[in-house]
């Protein structure tokens, strides 16, 4: 394995292009605005664009303690969902009641997002492939067939492969069987969706500055007032009507959100492009994304350029909710990894890892987004998208608009919206039951999917830990 990763530049490869756009100025000084956004991902992007869509008079500034698009919406798989639930069968256990119309707003989310990219010309490679979800053990099979049975219910274009048809689309020996969701997920580069939002929410009038961090926030008559730190310490202030706080993994600015979610590193590996022959032993002609179904499982996805991104197995969370730059390098995940791409593409020996990388994002126990509001409804909320947020943000940003409106929509009238997650334990607990949870995924891994009591007690109670 040594010899695969020798080469690998340790940065994530979307973010490791020549076409990455020049930072924007951070904010020195003090402004005001009609609606502050905090956090240039796809949940601020998303909600500074559809709020100047929806009303062109009114004054966005979006902050973004970094550069837009470099943290979690920069490092992910380029996986672009229309599950708003992580999973129909997550959504059938918890809003089983409203599931149908979920799936719609999914739908319609997904059709909306492909939408914009065409309509602002964003070149991120945007293919409405679907994904492939494949069994690597016996015991797995009966779950795809489960899976295959719900989502058929709600109408969706799913297949159900036996090993030899599923190896005629990817070729592995690993395989024995698979499910073809046809219709629900697009791959796409998710640096360059970023960083076209960004070029959206510029051309529609949103200020944007980079390099300025919210270091603090409180009311202000009948505001809130954000005090700012630019580049080498330079202070700023924004006094602002609304704000929408899209920060997600990173420490939140409210008190409240730090029993809900748990940051966890993720990690990825990116090859250098195959040739032909090699494109040829592997097959994937249908460029579908990929997971396989073990607890601790690994998704993959071929790019633009023929190279394969193969990243997860490894969720890892530290202490206190500790996010550092450190954390993004891993060499035992990686090393990891790699044997784990070999076993799954062994006619592939001798090809080599152009990037190793790895990044945060935040989960939360129902796996899925929730929403709410502070100050009085002058600030909105949403985290906790477990690594679904490529598509799910965007119906974020929606949601969070309205309920800085006081709307009451078909929106804020969800369940998935008025609901809570329950809260991760205080530390210890919080890292001692992670660690126990992390264990007993691996260990069902290995034991035919059996779950020992500790899960069985967290399924009981609807909690979970996962990225």
Known sequence: MSRALADAVRLPYWLDRPD????????????????????????????????????????????????????????????????????????????????????????????????????????????????????????????????????????????LLDADEVRAEVNSPTYLGGLWDRDRVAMLDPARLAWGLRRACLAAGVRIHEHTRVAGLRRDGGALFARTVGAEGAPGAVRAGRVVLATNAFPPLLRRLRAWIVPVYDYALMTEPLSAEQRNAVGWRNRQGLADSGNQFHYYRITGDNRILFGGYDAVYHYGNRVAPALEQRDATFTALADHFFTTFPQLDGVRFSHRWGGVIDTCTRFCQFFGTAYDGRLAYAAGYTGLGVGATRFGARVMLDLLDGADTPLTRLNLVRDRPLPFPPEPARAVGIGLTRWSLARADTRQGRRNLWLRTLDRFGLGFDS
Request: some cysteine.
């Open 20 to 159: 990455r756009p020049d930072p924007l100025p951070p904010l020195i000084g003090a402004t005001g605005a009609d609606m502050l956004v905090i956090g240039g991902g796809y949940s601020g992007l998303w909600a500074a664009l559809l709020a100047r869509r929806a009303d062109p008079g009114r004054d966005v500034l979006l902050v973004e303690a970094g550069t837009c698009g470099w943290a979690a919406s920069g490092r992910n798989g380029g996986f672009c969902a229309a599950s708003l639930t992580h999973g129909l069968a997550n959504g059938a256990r918890r809003f089983p009641d409203e599931l149908g119309e979920l799936e719609r707003l999914g739908q319609e989310n997904l059709d909306a997002i492909e939408a914009t990219v065409a309509a602002h010309g964003i070149d991120c490679d945007f293919e409405r492939t679907g994904e492939l979800a494949v069994a690597v053990e016996p015991y797995q099979l009966a779950g795809l067939a489960e899976e295959v049975d719900l989502a058929r219910r709600y109408g969706h274009q799913v297949s």
